[in-house]
């Protein structure tokens, strides 16, 4: 007897477990048939089978977002607040439910009732930080950001999590961009360094708009001004004003960082570098000149000291009509370096800069070719093979300065010969193309390039199109190669600093080849010529004849920006250099230029004056 009721009750246990298994086999195909009829926007067939599927709370959360969707599409708004009101009975703190049926009742124009519900839904949830968090999500799905703010300020007050990353993020997708700085400037505050690369990574990310990320200094401001004991805040001043390549503001916080944690001027000379990558020598120059009266007696002295230099002689170098006595005064300076350190490690590029000066500025290139064949051979370079290729590379310039394009070949194919695939092999052949095309041996010269477009270094690649389409283009419009081989000839004598013979043979070709596809490149030729010479108001002329009659041509944004820089820089002219920035901005958006245009009219403008 005892048996049978064994058998029995095993029995019954299998037939219920069997019964589970079928009805929940039943239920995920109805749900499947269900989910095709809604991706297939048969919401009606959808929601008779969701409906049903409704009534066992097991099937809730995986037919929910679906049910829902297609009862508001369908306008069957009662049937889904009737829904909802059953899900929150049955879940009362779930977010999910609590915030649909707040927007269904929006959407049936029950507005008050809707404001009304959420604040009993925040209020009910408000002492659990889990379920802050939870409902917060459900609230920024549904773009109401006001509530999810509401509960993150709640969490706040709570005390157990400052809710920091929730509230940033919230802000962020919302476009409250101030108040999303200032939650990560409390990140700062709560955890100081350990956070700062975490903060300025995503503070570059999220702040895209240039606006935005220019207003974010008076944040900032105010944090240094509370927190002036947290260095944290000066690293923040310092990495933002570096993003917006304002040196001069840079370099009063570089100084604080550099005192305070005592860097012996490390932080300073990598700002520096950084001020000479973007080209801001005048700043550079106030770095370098800080780090060499600071630490005269510092390890960073020899390099502070040759940068220093450096930067000096590249202002002198764009400042036209160029000074010489300021030339000299360089190659003095390097020579005193030398003397007085020697040469070693640090000193080694202010003697090629040295040799250079030499030769491309003083005629002096015998003394230049002395200076870099003595380097060549020093016992500190005979062993670096890439600075031997940079020496062997500058020689071959000086004999080509000097009329001796044999030797240059030379020395360029020992380089091209030495380094093959890498930078400076690149750069060899690119000087090698150059020298055929100054023969006018244009075949020759662009399979060299056409070689070259593929080299890893843009700067190289630019080069080689720009001088192969250069080459290309009006080989096909000038069959006889005549006008090409005489601008290619002059081309060599304004390397060879022959800038008066040069101009007349320009004048010359507009003359002999009136019309010719050259035509705006010997305007631009010119110009920069009349700029070296300071003849500032011919340039001008030159560089309106780009833009007037060349307007959609490669050569008209360069002529536009340098243009804007010689009123800017040369005749302190500021409205007309604003508007020619603008310009820019407005006709050329695609230029190279578009970014330092914008920097330039607002410093002009009066946005960045300290």
């Not at 009805?23 to 095709?36: G, R």
């Not at 380097?375 to 600075?387: D, Q, S, W, Y």
């Not at 013979?501 to 035509?519: D, I, K, Q, V």
Request: charged share 30%; with cysteine; proline share 1%.
């Amino acid at each position: 007897m005892l048996n049978n009721l064994n058998c029995l009750n095993k029995f019954w246990v299998v037939l219920v477990w069997l019964l589970g298994v079928t009805s929940i086999v039943a239920a995920q195909d109805e749900m499947e048939l269900a989910n095709e009829y809604y991706s297939s926007g048969e919401y009606d067939k959808a929601v008779a089978i969701y409906s049903r599927l409704a009534r066992n709370k097991q099937n809730t959360y995986d037919i929910h977002r679906n049910y829902i969707d297609a009862l508001i599409k369908l306008q069957q708004l009662e049937e889904a607040e009737r829904y909802l009101r059953r899900q929150i009975k049955a879940f009362p703190t779930e977010g999910l439910f609590n915030v649909d049926y707040g927007v269904v009742l929006e959407l049936m124009g029950k507005r008050e009732e809707a404001h009304k519900h959420y604040e009993a839904f925040i209020n009910a949830v408000r002492k659990d930080d889990n379920l802050i968090k939870h409902a917060a999500r459900y609230f920024i799905n549904a773009n109401l950001f006001d509530y999810a703010e509401q509960l993150y300020l709640i969490g706040r007050k709570n005390g157990n999590d400052r809710f920091i990353y929730e509230l940033a993020t919230l802000y962020s997708l919302s476009g409250k961009t101030d108040k999303m700085v200032e939650e990560y400037m409390e990140l700062l505050v709560l955890e100081g360094e350990k956070q700062l690369d975490y903060v300025q990574s995503i503070l570059q990310a999220r702040l895209r708009d240039e606006d935005a990320f220019s207003k974010m200094e008076t944040i900032l401001v105010r944090y240094l001004q509370k927190y002036p004991d947290l260095i944290v805040f000066n690293e923040m001043m310092l990495w933002y004003y570096i993003q917006l390549k304002e040196f001069n503001k840079a370099l009063v916080q570089a100084k604080a960082i550099d005192r305070r944690k005592k860097l012996e001027g490390m932080g300073l000379y990598e700002l520096g570098m950084i001020a000479v990558e973007n080209k801001d020598f005048q700043n550079a120059i106030k770095i370098f000149e800080y780090i060499t009266e600071r630490y005269p007696t510092g390890d960073i002295y020899p390099v502070a000291r040759r940068m220093l230099i450096k930067s000096r002689e590249e202002v002198v170098k764009n400042t036209f009509p160029i000074d010489l006595s300021k030339i000299r005064q360089l190659a003095n300076d390097y020579a005193k370096m030398l003397a007085e350190s020697g040469l070693r490690e640090s000193t080694i590029e202010g003697a090629r800069s040295m040799a250079l000066l030499y030769a491309f500025y003083l005629d002096n290139k015998d003394t230049a070719i002395a200076i870099l064949e003595h380097l060549i051979t020093a016992p500190i370079v005979i062993n670096k093979r890439e600075l031997v290729a940079q020496i062997k590379l500058d020689l071959g310039d000086i004999y080509l300065l000097k009329g001796e394009p044999w030797e240059s070949t030379l020395l360029y194919a020992q380089v091209e010969k030495a380094e093959k695939s890498t930078n400076l092999g690149h750069m060899a052949k690119l000087r090698n193309a150059r020298l055929s095309y100054f023969k006018g041996d244009f075949e020759f010269a662009k399979e060299y390039l056409d070689v070259l477009k593929e080299a890893t270094s843009r700067e190289i690649a630019n080069d080689a199109m720009q001088l192969s389409l250069l080459i290309g283009d009006n080989l096909e419009l000038d069959t006889a190669e005549t006008a090409l081989r005489e601008f290619a000839a002059i081309e060599l004598l304004v390397f060879q600093n022959k800038l008066d013979e040069a101009f007349n043979r320009y004048e010359r070709m507009l003359s002999t080849y009136p019309g010719h596809s050259l035509t705006d490149e010997i305007y631009w030729a010119q110009a920069n010529i009349y700029l070296k010479r300071g003849q500032f108001g011919q340039a001008i002329e030159r560089l309106k004849k780009i833009i007037e009659e060349y307007a959609d041509d490669i050569l008209a944004d360069d002529a536009l920006f340098t243009m804007a820089k010689i009123y800017e820089e040369n005749l302190k002219d500021k409205s007309i250099a604003m508007q020619l920035y603008q310009d820019l901005l407005v006709k050329y958006k695609g230029s190279i230029y578009t970014t330092e245009a914008r920097r330039r009219f607002r410093t002009l403008r009066g946005d960045n004056i300290n």
